[in-house]
């Protein structure tokens, strides 16, 4: 009964949400309203009806994927038909893109460059780009949907998605990461419920074959099945960079083993107890992890016939002991020095004489982390060494040691009697000389001396530096701790040992090892650690490759199956550049520790000249002191800068015996006597010794079978739940996980047994399969299902297939089996005869074939079978009718009443009637709900269509409503809207357009032509206030822009062209005024300020620069016209101008120029006394008046200013004849020579400024009060010749300008224009030109003076004549725009 019930709610239910969702939505208007049509137009968008459904997949985290419920065609892309409108947009071809931060990023291609081979992309953040093709990576968008738990799912192999899918999981708090069966590893930094009890027990209490997510468990729980069913060796190899959560998964595993194997006496809680004592000694704080371990360790878990835990062994590698002298900056100590400095028991502390951290050299710097209890691991250290069964004594000794080594860096050396090392304060090392048990002498001698043992003579004894003896004491701590470390491990599998009991380890005891060593690493600056960290790495990659391929080639080969070839980088090279003898790195690096003098450089020189053939190996030109390799993660640089000292891993022999003769119980254990210390394991490098550990290491891992664990640190910083893609990118790469996808992609990770993939897929083909063979099912099977023969193999007993053929098949079977269900169970109810069961049966019966039916609809199955089961629901329901209900039903048919069909069919619903009454009141009911659905739709979008569609529904069945008589009030309001719309429209009329909107608005009409209206009034509005605006503010931007926008919609109104007009007259101002502002031509900026005030335009700076020239002084204007002129190359404006503004000057101040306040004249008595006979008196009298005589001396002082004598006289001279030709010119003295005179004349001015001035004094002097004056006129010829050649002396030259300006001068100006030569011989200065005219054209000055005079030039410009019309491109401003037909107001320039 409930589940008949639920069947009809979800009918109903169904039924409610089209309903909601068509009146929700807007309403679409290209939609097919003729009669007939069969489209509810009403509706904006029905419920797709496609063939394709969704479903939810059981495999790939419930992805969903798509069934064709016709074809059962099947695909994880979704059909466009189910897509959504964004989805819609989304499609098209989309690739992968380099990216700064998230290093790829997905992007749709949108078009091509116009760049060679580049392409235009968009982010899904809006942003385009221009890449090269080349650098992007094809991508399906759905993929980016799919994030799988194992990365050998996915679509493809790329990294950019493989990426993407880590980022999802670790976004979703999924940290763990399959790829086949390796695990990745993002540290989350943050503690996240995955190692509760009730996840342990999960794991550890999973059913047989139950498939759990990713996780270390599983790695554990894998090895340990690997140990107890296949009796086989294990391994657990976890890699990855400083903080990236090796320890922690470390740990993990551990303790997962302890849960689900127990042990013998407790042992695992021994295991899990030696942590503390390893990290204490072993980690430090780093950059990048505050707990890093700094050395490789390799444990080893036994485990007895019940596969129980009964002993462990750990082997360590590479302990960074330069750390203990040297720690890095921003970084600590080892911990346990921090620990027994600030947290050792008082007892303790009293005894090693123990002050805080940073009393102590070694530990100067970072002391405190936040993330770091160390009285808390102090006492757990103490636990652990309690646990493990260290002694009182041995724990002591060992606290020791490291105060002594504490005390040691203390010790400050310093330069003696010669050079020799000696202590500045003795006290540290007799501290030091207690701790251990030591000879303070002894002590002392064996740091800061050396002794030279040479065949066939005696020991020397060599005093160090206090350079060399720092070394020596250093070397000393790193080889005692490093020592200490050793022993540590050592006792740790001793305490094991012991508490095994009589179990005991053998040649065939079962082991689980777990490896936890450092990552691939690649540093701005990579040293000895990082060739060593690197070489490890190479090992262990080369480890995996052939632990893969060897798994994978040998089920090939005994399947006996075709496979294609799968590559892999091969990095034997670049181990045999490292290790190979003689010329490897290591080889020769040890090599240079033996030969005398050997030094990093000589150790690289030889290592290019022996390698520099070799293609892994690279020389860095650009850095002499780096090389590079070609490592399997890519090419890392390596600075050679301390190589030899790091590999040198030595102590000397004095030092060695030295501490063989400690009384210490555990420094006797570290450096026995017994035991001789040979010169060679003595000077033993640090390179072989980590070289003879790395191939124990790898024989052990190579005799186990492997499991990895690939740590990942996701960011730098430690945040919590923060994934940087670039740094998880590199890790991966270096980590060669990619490498490792690729590989397990290549192969063929799905396999059954013919049997298993016959049973499991042949219900793919419905179960008819021709073929006797399984093999031959098998084949049917994959050829029927379309699967690629790349994507898969029939070997001898199994089928190998891919995961895109696993999909497939995992797929269609999905669809096969549930159509099989529905098929089969609607067969069964249907041969069903329901009458012959009893009541209680009955019911169930129809209860099941309810069900039957819902499911056939869901996925259209349209069987025989399955339409006689939709028959026997619905006669069965009808006969269950009451009569009651049937009455209603009628009623409510025959009233139309909407409300009681409703109510009616509510009944019918309730109690699951489903007859042929129920359709038609249905049938009517949809027409009213319909008629009124259109109604309310027309209504609500005002579209006439609808309208009269929606009246005309309710005609057919004579619906009549208030509703209706509201439609059509509308519909005859709307037709009058539409009218004025197309009537204000077509016309562009502002006022029109504005009342069509004003009626719109209130009637509320929104349709099409209405928002187009609005849109036009609105824009014609802000044409309108945008013309008034420039017309007020006279603003040309501001009218162009709105004239233009005007233009633009077609709006042609008075204001319009009103405005045109304006912008016109305003340009043009505008451009005259750029003009004017550049080449301040008079009429031109008078017209323009004109022009604009007329318009009350303010204009810019331009306008206020004009119109402080127009109405400031008029002599300045002069000087700014005289100054553009210059400035525009325009000479003979400069020349007009001036000749104005010396008009102007002499007007206002012509008696301060007269010739007798000339500074520089002599005194008239002083001029006339140079002259020895006759009347001084009248000679100074008539100075400056006309004279018979020559002139006996300058009048002025120029000539007597020149220093040199000689230069002086012959001036004189020339000013003398200077006066001479004039007088004879004038005909007041006679001469045959007068050309000769004229030329001699003009050359003299020419070289001496005191001869010009002279020269033109004699012209006044002349013409003053002479007796003579009809011979004035000839004075004027030879004065206008002058003024073309040579201008006065600057002091002089306005006194000229006065004198040229008088009246009886002035008479002569229009014949000869004396201004206009002035001022162009002042511009141009003298003309040295002169000097080509022949002495013979001087017979003739007036000749002369026609072709070098052109008075055009001197006059000033009338720019409203015919000869400058065309010239003044500002002529159109000079007539009036405010009053039409009259001349423009222009200012005038004062008289004067």
Excluded at 63 to 92: C, D, R, S
Excluded at 452 to 471: C, E, F, K, M, Y
């Amino acid at each position: 009964r409930r589940s008949f019930e639920q069947y009809k709610k979800d009918e109903k239910a169904a039924t409610e949400r089209r309903q909601r969702k068509s009146k929700a939505d807007a309403v679409a208007f290209e939609v097919d309203t003729s009669k007939g049509s069969g489209v509810r137009w009403w509706e904006k968008k029905e419920e797709p009806k496609t063939v394709w459904r969704a479903c939810i997949s059981n495999i790939n985290d419930g992805m969903e994927y798509y069934v064709n419920t016709e074809t059962g065609k099947t695909t994880w892309e979704k059909p466009e038909e189910l897509m959504t409108e964004e989805e819609l947009n989304q499609t098209g071809d989309w690739v992968w893109v380099q990216d700064k931060k998230e290093c790829y990023a997905p992007a749709k291609v949108i078009g091509k460059s116009k760049k060679k081979n580049c392409q235009i992309v968009q982010l899904e953040n809006g942003d385009r780009r221009t890449v090269d093709k080349a650098k992007t990576t094809p991508l399906m968008r759905s993929s980016l949907k799919r994030v799988v738990s194992d990365l050998t799912l996915l679509d493809n192999m790329s990294s950019p998605l493989i990426l993407h899918c880590l980022r999802k999981r670790f976004e979703a708090d999924k940290i763990y990461t399959n790829v086949g069966t390796i695990l990745i590893s993002v540290n989350p930094y943050q503690r996240l419920p995955l190692y509760t009890e009730s996840v342990q027990r999960k794991y550890a209490e999973r059913k047989l074959g139950a498939e759990l997510p990713p996780h270390v468990y599983n790695i554990a729980h894998n090895a340990y099945l690997g140990v107890t069913s296949f009796l086989k060796n294990q391994s657990i190899i976890i890699s990855g960079e400083s903080g990236a959560g090796k320890t922690e998964a470390t740990k993990q595993a551990l303790q997962y083993l302890a849960r689900i194997a127990g042990s013998v006496s407790d042992i695992e809680k021994k295991v899990l107890q030696a942590n503390p004592i390893l990290e204490a000694f072993g980690n430090a704080k780093t950059i990048r992890n505050d707990n890093s371990s700094r050395f490789g360790k390799y444990l080893e878990i036994f485990f007895d016939s019940k596969g129980r835990i009964f002993g462990s062994a750990t082997e360590n590698y590479l302990l960074e002991k330069v750390r203990v002298v040297q720690p890095a900056p921003s970084e600590r100590n080892f911990h346990i020095f921090y620990q027994l400095t600030k947290a050792c028991p008082s007892n303790l502390q009293r005894k090693l004489n123990l002050g805080p951290p940073s009393t102590y050299a070694y530990l100067r710097g970072i002391t405190d982390v936040p993330t770091i209890d160390d009285a808390r691991e102090m006492k757990d250290l103490l636990t652990a060494f309690r646990d493990l069964g260290f002694s009182e004594t041995e724990q002591s000794d060992i606290f020791s040691l490291c105060a002594a080594i504490l005390a040691l860096g203390n010790c400050v050396f310093q330069s003696g009697r010669r050079d020799a090392a000696v202590l500045k304060d003795p006290k540290p090392l007799n501290y030091v000389a207690g701790l251990i048990g030591v000879d303070v002498k002894a002590l002392q001698k064996a740091i800061t001396t050396r002794e030279l043992r040479i065949p066939g003579q005696g020991v020397t004894l060599v005093n160090l530096s206090a350079g060399d003896a720092s070394d020596s004491r250093h070397a000393l701590c790193k080889f005692v701790y490093g020592r200490l470390f050793d022993w540590l491990v050592m006792r740790v599998n001793q305490s094991m040992a012991e508490s095994s009991g009589s179990a005991k380890r053998t040649k065939s005891t079962l082991t689980i090892g777990i490896l936890d060593i450092f990552g691939f690493e690649i540093f701005e600056h990579n040293s000895f650690e990082q060739l060593c960290i690197n070489f490890t790495n190479e090992e262990l990659q080369q480890h995996f490759n052939q632990n893969t391929f060897k798994l994978e080639q040998k089920m090939y080969q005994s399947e006996g199956i075709q496979f294609d070839t799968i590559d892999f980088i091969d990095n034997q090279p670049m181990l045999d550049l490292i290790t190979k003898k003689p010329h490897g790195v290591l080889p020769l690096l040890d090599e240079e520790l033996r030969v005398p003098q050997g030094s990093d450089k000589k150790f690289l020189s030889k290592l290019v000249s022996k390698q520099k053939s070799n293609r892994v190996f690279k020389r860095i030109m650009k850095k002499p002191s780096h090389f590079g390799i070609m490592h399997y993660a890519g090419q890392v640089q390596y600075d050679t800068t301390g190589f030899l000292e790091k590999n040198r891993d030595s102590l000397t022999e004095d030092i060695v015996e030295m501490l063989q003769g400690s009384n210490m119980k555990l420094l006797k254990t570290l450096y026995p006597k017994d035991r001789a210390v040979s010169a060679k394991e003595r000077k033993s490098s640090l390179g072989s010794q980590f070289q003879k550990q790395l191939v124990r290491l790898m024989r052990n891992l190579n005799q186990t079978q492997p499991h990895y664990i690939r740590c990942i640190k996701p960011n730098n910083e430690k945040a919590s739940m923060k994934f940087v893609s670039k740094n998880c990118y590199e890790q991966l790469l270096y980590s060669g996980v990619f490498e490792a996808v690729a590989i397990r992609k290549k192969g063929f990770p799905f396999r059954l047994s013919h049997e298993e993939f016959v049973k499991r897929y042949s219900i793919c083909n419905d179960g008819k399969i021709l073929s006797s063979s399984t093999k031959g099912k098998c084949e049917v099977i994959l050829r029927n299902m379309d699967c690629k023969k790349s994507n898969t193999r029939i070997g001898r007993t199994r089928v190998l297939y891919r995961a895109e053929e696993h999909k497939k098949l995992e797929l269609k079977r999905s669809i096969r089996v549930k159509n099989k269900e529905i098929s089969e169970n609607l067969e069964r109810l249907s041969q069903i005869d329901a009458n012959s069961l009893p009541e209680s049966k009955r019911e169930a019966f129809f209860i099941d074939l309810a069900e039957a039916v819902r499911d056939a609809d869901i996925f259209r199955v349209n069987t025989p079978q399955a339409n006689k089961a939709r028959r026997m629901l619905e006669a069965f329901v009808e006969a269950r009718m009451d009569p009651q209900t049937k009455r209603k039903l009628q009623k409510a048919y025959d009233s139309q009443d909407m409300k009681a069909l409703r109510e009616a069919l509510k009944i019918c619903e309730k109690e699951g009637y489903r007859t042929q009454l129920t359709r038609k009141c249905k049938e009517l009911l949809t027409k009213i709900e319909d008629a009124e659905a259109a109604l309310e739709v027309a209504m609500e979008s005002k579209n006439l269509e609808f309208l009269r569609k929606a009246l005309e529904m309710c005609k057919d069945f004579n619906y009549t409503r208030p509703s209706q008589q509201k439609a059509q009030k509308m519909l005859k309001n709307i037709e009058k809207a539409q009218l004025g719309i197309s009537r204000a429209v077509k016309k562009v009329k502002r006022k029109w357009l504005n009342q069509a909107v004003a009626f719109c608005e209130s009637i509320e009409y929104d349709g099409a032509d209405y928002r187009e209206c609005k849109v036009l009034a609105t824009k014609v509005n802000r044409c309108h206030q945008m013309l008034t605006i420039g017309r007020n503010e006279r603003s040309e931007a501001k009218l162009k822009k709105g004239v233009r926008a005007c233009q633009k919609i077609g709006y042609k109104e008075k204001i319009v062209n009103q405005c045109e007009i304006l912008l016109y007259r305003v340009t043009r101002i505008n451009q005259e005024a750029t003009h004017a502002y550049a080449r301040c031509i008079e009429d031109q900026v008078r017209t323009v300020v004109a022009a604009a005030d007329e318009l009350k335009m303010v204009g810019d700076q331009k306008f206020q620069k004009l119109r402080k020239w127009v109405n400031g002084s008029y002599d300045s204007f002069l000087g700014a016209q005289y100054k553009h002129a210059l400035k525009n190359g325009d000479k003979e404006r400069a020349v007009q101008v001036m000749i104005r503004k010396k008009d102007l000057l002499i007007s206002k101040h012509g008696e301060d120029y007269s010739l007798k306040r000339y500074p520089r004249l002599k005194q008239p008595m002083t001029w006339a006394k140079e002259k020895w006979w006759g009347s001084s008196e009248r000679r100074a009298k008539n100075m400056l008046k006309f004279q018979w005589e020559s002139l006996h001396s300058p009048v002025t002082t120029h000539v007597d200013e020149v220093h040199d004598e000689q230069m002086r006289a012959s001036i004189k001279r020339q000013v003398t004849a200077a006066f001479e030709t004039i007088q004879k010119y004038m005909g007041q003295r006679n001469t045959s020579r007068m050309p000769q005179r004229i030329r001699e004349l003009l050359w003299d001015a020419l070289s001496s400024e005191q001869v010009r001035t002279e020269a033109y004094i004699g012209f006044i002097k002349q013409t003053t009060d002479n007796p003579e004056p009809e011979k004035i006129d000839r004075i004027w010829e030879l004065l206008s010749l002058c003024l073309s050649i040579f201008p006065p002396g600057k002091e002089f030259e306005n006194y000229l300008e006065a004198w040229l300006r008088k009246p009886n001068v002035r008479t002569f100006e229009s014949k000869y224009h004396f201004r206009g030569l002035l001022r162009q011989s002042v511009l141009n200065g003298p003309d040295e030109n002169i000097k080509t005219i022949q002495q013979d054209e001087y017979k003739d000055v007036s000749n002369v003076l026609s072709y070098r005079v052109n008075p055009k030039k001197f006059a000033w410009p009338d720019y409203t004549s015919k000869k400058y019309l065309n010239k003044a491109s500002w002529a159109d401003l000079k007539k009036s725009f405010v009053r039409k037909g009259m001349p423009l107001k222009i200012s005038k320039p004062p008289k004067f």
